[in-house]
């Protein structure tokens, strides 16, 4: 019974369906099962390496892009202060 409803659920994903929550852009189940997978830990990894003040400030700079100007572009112009330093990561710290 649970390969019936792998097999549905890889039929609505090669439809274009997301079938897995984090998983957009997967053709396949197992593509967007991957793709999860991927994320969660990705972001999960940054966020130990940088510890929440600097993937706090990352998002700040982040948040400042658009498609004409990189984040730190953005922040000079506007004043806004960014600690890069922030952005060093555990590793580099010791």
Not at 9 to 18: F, I, P
Not at 42 to 47: D, E, N, P, V
């Amino acid at each position: 019974m649970a390969s019936k409803q792998r097999q549905d659920l890889n039929e609505k994903a090669k439809q274009g369906e997301t079938v897995v929550p984090g998983g957009t852009g997967g053709k396949t189940l197992e593509a967007q099962e991957h793709l999860a997978e991927g994320r969660s830990k990705g972001g999960q990894t940054r966020k130990e390496q940088l510890e929440t003040e600097g993937y706090q400030e990352m998002g700040r700079k982040g948040g400042l892009s658009t498609m004409e100007k990189s984040g730190g572009e953005r922040a000079e112009e506007e004043g806004v202060e960014i600690d890069e330093s922030k952005f060093a990561t555990k590793n580099q710290n010791k």
